[in-house]
């Protein structure tokens, strides 16, 4: 069985500071991993996502995120926030396979202080 | 490319009709689809599986007579909720998978069932 952890439920930070927000998964194989956005009264904007090759990966709008196998770990970061980048962020696991289904961790919704 | 589209975006009926949202893959062919339910504030719920072809395999707890889905063509899966009640009342994502596990989201439809 897959599981994602998000903890904490809000992240604040200034415009221009570091944004950090953690995931940390559990799944019996090698997995597919993948961040997701949500603007409000929207559906899922895929940011990223890991299957193979490099652990380090770059998404759209400047967000890149690092897959550690040691610390089942696949933290989002952004070097510089910025105000459009305030919504809700999902962390996903899915293992490859046909009909493979994505487990979702619960969001974190991102602040961005002027 | 992968751009999923949700139609209606939004739907009121009243309690006891039946509402059709149709979930479309513009751009890519999909053999699996997938529908979600989002409460407010929550993460996204797994309801059922669409596979091109043949019946949807439905989560536990998911009424399949509640919730009908046809997946008649790679490029349209849609979602019937009979006998609409105000607890169906929700905001529904289809997604439809394409390379690698990734899921492409559509942008949602909010019911709202009076």
């Known amino acids: 069985a897959q599981s994602v952890t998000q903890l904490g439920s809000h992240v604040s930070v200034s415009e221009g500071a570091l944004v950090l927000l953690r995931c940390n998964y559990s799944?019996?194989?090698?997995?597919?991993l993948f961040w997701y956005v949500q603007y409000p009264n929207q559906g899922l904007q895929l940011l990223l996502k890991?299957?193979?090759?490099?652990?380090l990966v770059k998404g759209i709008n400047g967000f890149e995120a690092e897959f550690k196998k040691s610390e089942t770990s696949f933290h989002l970061t952004k070097p510089s926030a910025h105000m459009s980048d305030a919504a809700e962020y999902f962390c996903?696991?899915?293992?490859?396979?046909?009909?493979?289904?994505?487990?979702f961790g619960k969001g974190i919704t991102l602040s961005v202080r002027p | 490319g992968a751009v999923v589209s949700q139609h209606p975006s939004r739907v009121i009926c009243k309690s006891g009709t039946s509402v059709k949202i149709e979930c479309r893959s513009l751009d890519f062919q999909a053999t699996t689809m997938f529908w979600y339910r989002q409460f407010p504030k929550k993460s996204l719920m797994l309801m059922a599986t669409s596979n091109e072809g043949s019946k949807a395999t439905y989560e536990q707890g998911v009424e399949k007579d509640k919730f009908l889905i046809n997946h008649a063509s790679l490029t349209l899966s849609t979602l019937t909720v009979t006998s609409a009640h105000p607890e169906d009342s929700s905001f529904y994502i289809c997604?439809?998978?394409?390379?690698?596990?990734?899921?492409?989201f559509g942008p949602g439809t909010r019911l709202l069932v009076l």
């Open positions: 996903a696991v899915s293992e490859p396979g046909a009909n493979s289904k994505l487990t």
């Open positions: 890991y299957t193979t090759g490099a652990t």
């Open positions: 997604s439809a998978r394409g390379l690698r596990e990734t899921q492409y």
């Open positions: 799944s019996s194989v090698p997995p597919y």
